[in-house]
């Protein structure tokens, strides 16, 4: 289906007229006036381009743009005006980040090629934008397979974290929670440097020894070095480098992209105090009392929120599966521990094919058991499938 084009103007009779004109080359939809114009982008779009008039009452095109511009930042802009000064024209270019500036009266042929040259950007910008977010994701995937498999214990550190935080985020309406969520999954990244039982014994209080401590000290800059390079993850990079570090004030105070870092930092950093004190036994309150007191700065929120954190639902039952009955997908209710005691698979790990070669490869040395509990759905979890399953057909 073709992407669709809307036309804003306050005169019903131009809309109508530019309707005519384009229905046999291109799909448009109109909007009398910018108000209207925001509200068919929330309830008819997306839109691959907007054209709007400049001289409108209540809201101007430059205006609209604007307010576009953040809604809806792949929608190419086009500004058609009667009133051609340069001062508009700047102020519709640097405001509304417009594609292409137009006159009136404009002709069908300069309608078309502009909206035809739009149409190229726009898919252009989309293409890339879906490239990046697969790339990106495909990236995290990986690294999150890594992470699994070569130190579990990390990993498990890591699912925790990652259900704070995001918990954390909601709390508080924070923008692009998927930033929180990915710093968090990433946190632990540098670990696939040390040796499963040193990480096994920080998580358990063990003191170690000075060479060990200054090993683990260095796995967020590890974590940064290897992430600071994927596109997009920069600003994800820097939390994870402070997750340690007392941050002090760098760069523009003012600037709202250093404010969401230094911020997303200072949640990981007391979400992984309250994941300490609850590894040595302490209540949800009192982990998070805990934590309040050794970052007195935080927004007193944070805390709130892991206090109010509830313990994960289990409207799933469990049951025990031979190794060689795993299947991807499924996910594992229990530690996996080879015999010596070394930790391989950490509770709550979904089953994927590298982890079923690595559980093969240590059942064939004899260091497992032969049955693993997973999870299955609970009774509500199967009727709320079979309601899907018959609303798809």
């Given at each position: 289906m073709p992407e669709k084009i809307l036309l804003v103007d306050d005169e019903p009779s131009i809309l109508q007229g530019y309707q005519r004109l384009l229905r046999n080359e291109f799909r448009t939809d109109t909007a009398v006036g910018g108000h209207s114009a925001l509200i068919a982008f929330e309830t008819r779009g997306p839109f691959a381009i907007v054209v709007s008039d400049m001289r409108m009452p209540e809201m101007d095109g430059v205006q609209l743009l604007s307010r576009l511009k953040t809604l809806a930042p792949e929608t190419i802009r086009i500004m058609l005006t009667g009133n051609a000064d340069l001062e508009t024209a700047m102020q519709?270019?640097?405001?509304?980040?417009?594609?292409?500036?137009?006159?009136?009266?404009?002709?069908k042929e300069a309608m078309a090629r502009t909206l035809t040259a739009g149409l190229v950007q726009y898919r252009l910008v989309t293409a890339?934008?879906?490239?990046?977010?697969?790339?990106?994701?495909?990236?995290?995937?990986?690294?999150?397979?890594?992470?699994?498999?070569?130190?579990?214990?990390?990993?498990?550190?890591?699912?925790?974290?990652?259900?704070?935080?995001?918990?954390?985020?909601?709390?508080?309406?924070?923008?692009?929670?998927?930033?929180?969520?990915?710093?968090?999954?990433?946190?632990?990244?540098?670990?696939?440097?040390?040796?499963?039982?040193?990480?096994?014994?920080?998580?358990?209080?063990?003191?170690?020894?000075?060479?060990?401590?200054?090993?683990?000290?260095?796995?967020?800059?590890?974590?940064?070095?290897?992430?600071?390079?994927?596109?997009?993850?920069?600003?994800?990079?820097?939390?994870?480098?402070?997750?340690?570090?007392?941050?002090?004030?760098?760069?523009?105070?003012?600037?709202?992209?250093?404010?969401?870092?230094?911020?997303?930092a200072e949640i990981l950093q007391a979400a992984l105090a309250f994941d300490e004190f609850l590894g040595r036994g302490f209540s949800r309150t009192e982990a998070a009392h805990n934590a309040a007191r050794q970052f007195k700065g935080l927004d007193p929120r944070i805390f709130r929120a892991l206090v109010e954190l509830e313990p994960e639902k289990q409207d799933r039952e469990t049951r025990l599966c031979r190794l060689d009955e795993l299947t991807t997908g499924m996910i594992l209710d229990q530690e996996v521990r080879a015999a010596d005691g070394t930790l391989v698979v950490s509770v709550g790990q979904e089953v994927t094919m590298p982890l079923l070669l690595k559980l093969k490869s240590f059942q064939e040395k004899g260091a497992l058991e032969d049955k693993v509990r997973i999870f299955v759905p609970g009774p509500a979890k199967e009727k709320e499938k079979t309601q899907e399953q018959a609303a798809g057909k």
């Open positions: 519709a270019v640097n405001e509304g980040s417009i594609f292409r500036f137009l006159t009136k009266p404009c002709s890339e934008k879906e490239l990046l977010e697969r790339t990106l994701s495909g990236s995290i995937r990986v690294l999150t397979e890594v992470l699994s498999l070569v130190n579990p214990a990390a990993f498990g550190r890591a699912l925790r974290l990652r259900r704070y935080m995001s918990h954390i985020a909601e709390a508080l309406a924070l923008p692009h929670p998927w930033r929180f969520e990915i710093a968090a999954m990433m946190s632990q990244l540098g670990c696939v440097t040390l040796h499963p039982e040193t990480v096994q014994a920080v998580y358990s209080g063990q003191k170690l020894s000075p060479e060990e401590e200054q090993h683990y000290a260095m796995h967020p800059t590890v974590a940064h070095d290897l992430l600071r390079n994927i596109p997009r993850l920069e600003p994800i990079a820097w939390m994870i480098a402070h997750q340690n570090k007392s941050i002090s004030v760098e760069g523009d105070v003012a600037d709202r992209e250093m404010a969401d870092m230094r911020l997303g």
